[in-house]
T-cell receptor, first 111, second 111 residues
């Protein structure tokens, strides 16, 4: 089945630690996105990538980093510079201006 | 910057009643508008995509309308069921490979 796979489902981060969230898609979509969702708020864009080896900052990129070495993969690293990382993270992919598809999300908690 | 608003934030209706969910956006220069459903702790599931040239889109009990000139879209769900209980989000695509999301309307359908 075609779709987007995010892992892990739950992730715990200690203070000062970097963690990486995985996002893989087999839809052959060029564009991939990372969003952050906080309770009662809409999704906010962290980073997006339109093609391999290229990506752009979204509205809240500070404290995050990404890579796009393969079309299928768009991992997100939450660095120690992100002071409030506890949130629900969603990865999405899209072809042109067609329907966007989302993964099942990763819930990150600081312990 | 595109601002997307969804009112009300929450809605509770008895089973069988029709649902009307509203979405408004500030910049009418959009490529498309998409409605999503989100269950608690899950990712987003696409419901309907309306291209900017379309006035409405239908899928089963769901019907979405789009009025670009007034910056509004409405999602109608006919004959609501308890299984329709979820959060519904709208997002607009302004052709810069970014979706702008509303905060969502949380729907509860009472049996």
């Amino acid at each position: 089945d075609g779709g987007i796979t995010q892992s892990p489902k739950y992730l715990f981060r200690k203070e000062g630690q970097n963690v990486t969230l995985s996002c893989e898609q087999n839809l052959n979509h060029d564009a991939m996105y990372w969003y952050r969702q906080d309770p009662g708020q809409g999704l906010r864009l962290i980073y997006y990538s339109q093609i391999v080896n290229d990506f752009q900052k979204g509205d809240i990129a500070e404290g995050y980093s990404v890579s796009r070495e393969k079309k299928e993969s768009f991992p997100l690293t939450v660095t120690s510079a992100q002071k409030n990382p506890t949130a629900f993270y969603l990865c999405a992919s899209q072809w042109g201006s067609t329907e966007a598809f989302f993964g099942q999300g990763t819930r990150l908690t600081v312990v | 910057k595109q601002e997307v608003t969804q009112i009300p934030a929450a809605l509770s209706v008895p089973e069988g009643e029709n649902l009307v969910l509203n979405c408004s956006f500030t910049d009418s220069a959009i490529y498309n508008l998409q409605w999503f459903r989100q269950d608690p702790g899950k990712g987003l599931t696409s419901l309907l995509l309306i291209q900017s040239s379309q006035r409405e889109q239908t899928s089963g009990r769901l019907n979405a309308s789009l009025d670009k000139s007034s910056g509004r879209s409405t999602l109608y769900i006919a004959a609501s069921q308890p299984g329709d209980s979820a959060t519904y989000l709208c997002a607009v695509d302004v052709n810069d490979y970014k979706l702008s999301f509303g905060a969502g309307t949380t729907v509860t359908v009472r049996a």
